[in-house]
């Protein structure tokens, strides 16, 4: 069966730092777009930041410049290195990998605070 797992969220204060991590298994990972999203309380999901199969990237305009987000598909593991973080960043953060269907991983929490 196919899955995403995501892995790296925690607690941080604000201009810290995180490295997010999403392991595939299941599917061929290489050959299709992959993304995070996040979904801060009381909101809907947001998309943050995409990367094509062949590495072209996209980021929503409140993380540019901060967010890099990346894949290794040897490892079959994308990245979404955060720096700079700022309170308004905390959510939960998923992974989704776009094939004939989309698939999500179970999400990781970001909490960002003094």
């Known amino acids: 069966q196919v899955q995403l797992v995501e892995s790296g969220g925690g607690l941080v204060q604000p201009g810290g730092s995180l490295r997010l991590s999403c392991a595939a298994s299941g599917i061929i990972f290489s050959i299709y777009p992959v993304g995070w999203y996040r979904q801060a309380p009381g909101k809907e999901r947001e998309l943050v930041a995409t990367?094509?199969?062949?590495?072209?990237?996209n980021y929503a305009d409140s993380v540019k410049g901060r967010f890099t987000i990346s894949r290794d598909n040897a490892k079959r593991t994308m990245y979404l290195q955060i720096d700079s973080l700022r309170p308004e960043d905390t959510a939960v953060y998923y992974c989704?990998?776009?094939?004939?269907?989309?698939?999500w991983g179970q999400g990781t929490q970001v909490t960002v605070s003094s």
């Open positions: 989704n990998l776009r094939s004939r269907v989309n698939y």
């Open positions: 990367i094509t199969s062949g590495g072209t990237t």
